[in-house]
């Protein structure tokens, strides 16, 4: 059986290809795309809100105060239209983000105590709508500067004054710690990352291992060498077990040096989180892995055994990404948590339990629960492909 | 000695909607396809056996039952006496099995491959390297052991393969078409190595297509037509079927009287 096993692996060692997608990928380019993204959508964020904003505003002579006060205000400039039929031409155009209408007799309302309608003009259909956050923020700002004046002209103390503005204030306490939350965040899509690697990494294996034999003429007489077909089955199946852990386990490793390394620029939130994290939550982390990773390997292998073709397999194999994506995108919904019910739903309880573990909040109950009943149905699905592969019906499909 | 005595093997039929194309083979009823109805034959030693027949007579599903790849329905199949149906496993040490298809690793060296098979058939490292050693020199495959299978030329894994093939030193040799495809020189390469294997002593059974091989090769010749043993008997005896000495004659009044 080791003789297979090392004969399969030095081969896998030799291939370039399999080299890429199991240390390369994990390793560097992983790290690389995500830690790349979440610096750019940082700085893009930092950047939209701290750039200028165009606009224009009709009707300055009926509210001088307002339109002081978005002159003022920093990263506004205004840009002259002259006429307000043009506004969605201008807006189109890009030469002003927003437009402002002020209707005739602004300022007699105020002065009357009653309240007025300010038109607000822009192009809402953006993911994140900063144009109207910035612009609301002056509004309040300038609403709370008249409340104020006409609530002190009633003469009430400071106390009276803030039950006037707000009789009930809502005072946050929260009870998650920074790497809770935090975890809730990187937790959600680490499992996905981590799962996928190990899945992608054992894949061209698995076509090489069944469905190459076959292309290739090797397998007959693999077949015909004195191993029982058990310990056939069972090297190829370690050789797929140990590529999806390696990679995956190499990926944890990785991500976790270049988040200790360059942390800072991500964002101090993470890191913290990541050293909160101690060896044995990520050791637990691992641990997840292993019987997920034999779930791979053992469904990877009967179907790549079953193909007749490299082809064959790859068209295979790519709708079971599909179907084992599904369990694990469950997971990320808002609402499933780990509870029992969850955690017998195979993958699904795996990515929650990783969650979990990342935010530090584990049952460990339920986590043996889960590398319990995950082993279990990897084994059961280890015995089927065993029995899969004695079939002459798979072997010598053609 | 090798002894075949009413090989049988079915299959699962495939469903077809176009019934009435298949209904002709008589070997397909009740769902299953009677890929070989009765195969009996014997070879003894030092003879080597001729499988001929058309294609898709079930040549290659005969010579899978004899390598233990496949298990039959009914039938007994012995090599110097071992029920290779009984211990398969036992059976395997003693079959040398190559057919055209087969293949190489191609990023194992022509020498990692042969060494690997010999490790799949528990040979000891001294044993494995002496008898490694012994078949590169007779093969002439030195100047090439190193190199990655696939980067050898057709001839050089020709060779390879019938290495790999008998460096468990195998009591009996089965080739399933091994000759099929391959050009003059490396096809000879091939019949060189069966002739090599006659003077051994070692029982050999090929199945081929080409009747000026069986001329040069066989002692006794078999064949098989629509899963049924159609003639088994020395090559002199099938010479006079034909009422001529060619074989080509012969070959066709067995399968022509068949149907």
Known sequence: MWTVYFKELLELVRDKKTFIFTVLVPIVAMPLIFGGLGYLTSTMFKKSEHAELTYAVFGKEHAPQLSERFAREKGFREVAVSDPALIKQAIDQEKIKFALVIPPGFEESLDRHRQVAVALHYNNAVAVDLTRKRVTAVIDAHNGALREAALSALNMSKAELRYALNPIKLEEHSTAGNRERMGAVVGGFLPYILLMVCLMAAMYPAIDLGAGEKERGTLETLLLAPIPRTQLVLAKFLVLFTVGLTSALLMVASMGVVLSLFGDALGGQVTQMVRAMGLLDLFMVALMLVPTAAIFAAILLSISIYAKSYKEAAGMISPLMMLILVPIVVAMLPGVELNWFWSMVPLTNVSLAMKELVKGTMDYRMFFVILLSTTLIAGLLLAWCRWWFTREEVLFRN | ?259
């Open chain 2, 1 to 259: 000695m090798i002894e075949v005595k009413g090989l049988a093997k079915r299959f699962a039929a495939p469903v077809h909607k176009e019934r009435r194309a298949h209904a002709r083979d008589p070997r397909e009823h009740d769902g299953w396809f009677h890929a070989v109805r009765d195969v009996s034959f014997q070879c003894a030693p030092g003879e080597v056996l001729g499988l001929l027949g058309p294609n898709g007579a079930g040549k290659t599903t005969t010579l899978r039952i004899l390598s233990t790849a496949l298990r039959p329905d009914a039938g007994v199949a012995t090599i110097n006496g071992l029920d290779i149906l009984a211990t398969p496993l036992v059976a395997r040490q003693r079959i040398g099995f190559l057919s055209g298809s087969t293949g190489l690793y191609g990023r194992l060296s022509a020498r990692e491959n042969v060494e690997y098979f010999g490790r799949l058939h528990n040979m000891a490292p001294d044993h494995l390297k002496r008898r490694c050693d012994l078949l590169f020199d007779q093969l002439q495959m030195n100047e090439f052991a190193h190199k990655r299978a696939d980067h050898l030329s057709t001839g050089m894994r020709q060779k390879c393969a019938i290495a790999r093939t008998v460096i468990h030193e195998p009591q009996v040799v089965i080739l399933d078409e091994p000759t099929t495809g391959l050009d003059v020189m490396s096809a000879k390469i091939l019949l060189d190595f069966i002739a090599s294997y006659k003077a051994l002593g070692i029982p050999l059974i090929f199945s081929t297509h080409h009747l000026h091989e069986v001329e040069k090769l066989c002692d006794r010749v078999c064949i098989i037509n629509h899963g049924k043993t159609a003639f088994s008997g020395t090559l002199a005896d099938f010479r006079h079927l034909g009422r001529s000495d060619d074989l080509y004659d012969a070959f066709v009044s067995v399968i022509n009287e068949d149907q």
